[in-house]
């Protein structure tokens, strides 16, 4: 770990020690930041639905998604790094509540695919309107709430397509109940725990290489992060078949 403390790593709390750094010196085990953010909200919001009602937790949920932008606004006016804005888990709030809100008003259904529709509709189109214009110091402040925004609202129009029983939405919940696409939400940890790694291994091994030239064209290119999906793909599969199933199957003994 280049003289790097393991404890971080073994506590959750990898995205605080990069934070410092402000940069990722460790391979692949820097990926765990994005852990350390997930077990940090575990803890957060468990101890929050515990102690506060549905209508308070939604006041709660709502405050910090509009409060996050002015604090990044202030981190980055104090002088904080980019790499801390973005693996510090109160930095990055806005995303997660944004789920949590999700969950929130799913289990009311009060809310229909149209309006989830027309939500990411207009965080597609405001996004890159805003965001674009801006200088990096504004931009950072306001980029992760917008697209939290817009995968929200995606994510909520699924959901709420796969509860209702008109035909168009039903026809939308098959696109998504597509094996294929299955298949890849279940390896996806693997394919972002892996990829960086192969990237990189692949680019050893080919990449400014005698006879290997043509992958400088836009077609080598290609070619070549097309086999590192392939790859990904492949090595996420493997991952959840043979060793995430295995701790899966435990859920029910934990409960």
């Known amino acids: 770990l280049h003289d790097t403390p393991a404890w971080p790593y073994w506590t959750f709390l990898s995205n605080f020690y990069i934070a410092g750094q402000g940069a990722f010196k460790n391979g692949l085990v820097d990926l765990s930041w994005s852990l350390s953010v997930e077990e940090q ?5 468990s101890l929050s639905v515990y102690f506060l009602s549905p209508a308070r ?14 604090l990044r606004y202030l981190l980055v006016d104090a002088g904080v790094n980019y790499i801390a804005l973005h693996v510090l888990s109160f930095t990055r709030m806005d995303t997660l509540m944004t789920g949590a809100l999700l969950a929130l008003y799913g289990r009311e259904r009060t809310l229909s695919p149209k309006v989830f529709l027309a939500g990411f509709a207009a965080f597609a189109l405001l996004t890159p309107l805003i965001v674009i214009p801006l200088p ?29 029983g008109e035909l168009p939405w039903q026809r939308l919940t098959r696109f998504f109940e597509w ?23 692949l680019q050893v091994l080919f990449v400014h290489r005698p006879g290997f030239e043509w992958l400088s064209s836009v077609g080598g290119q290609l070619s070549f992060y097309l086999l590192t999906i392939g790859a990904s793909a492949l090595l996420g599969g493997l991952s959840y078949h043979f060793y995430e199933t295995r701790w899966l199957l435990l859920k029910d003994r934990l409960r």
């Open 179 to 201: 094996k294929p696409l299955v298949h890849v939400g279940l390896y996806s940890y693997g394919i972002y725990l892996f990829h960086n790694p192969l990237q990189k291994a």
């Open 136 to 164: 990096t110091k504004f931009a950072i402040c306001v980029y992760y709430t917008l697209l939290s925004g817009a995968y929200g609202c995606l994510v909520g129009l699924v959901v709420s397509a796969s509860q209702s």
């Open 41 to 45: 909200f575990y803890v957060f919001w």
């Open 57 to 70: 937790l939604k006041t709660l949920a709502l405050a910090i998604v509009f409060v996050s932008p002015l």
